[in-house]
């Protein structure tokens, strides 16, 4: 399975972004049941932002409840991001993978916030 994040940029506090995951090698991601997105700042380990199963229940990492949302098309393959009220310290490099995570991360897609 590889997994393609993009939809990363570069925008002002307060703006709003909108990345995709698609994913390849695989018939279905309801094959995969849980995905997540992840995010990793420079110096920083790897972190957890959201996640959405196969039935499209959501969680989400505190740090981001209420101004992000994940959601999934099924029929293409596709997770997505959708993030408002951006802040300088979302900046990172974004991911998507499997609940846990399973597959190799990719090359991701950056999201840079100015303030």
């Known amino acids: 399975v590889q997994l393609q994040a993009s939809g990363g940029g570069l925008v002002q506090a307060g703006g709003s972004l909108r990345l995709s995951c698609a994913a390849s090698g695989i018939t279905s991601i309801l094959r995969i049941r849980d995905m997540g997105w992840y995010r990793q700042a420079p110096g920083k380990q790897r972190e957890l932002v959201a996640i959405i199963d196969s039935d499209g229940s959501t969680m989400y990492a505190d740090f981001v409840k209420g101004r992000f949302t994940i959601s999934r098309d099924n029929a293409k393959n596709t997770v997505y991001l959708q993030m408002n009220s951006l802040r300088p310290e979302d900046t990172a490099a974004y991911y998507c993978?499997?609940?846990?995570?399973?597959?190799?991360w990719g090359q991701g897609t950056q999201v840079t916030v100015s303030s």
């Open positions: 993978n499997a609940d846990p995570p399973r597959f190799s």
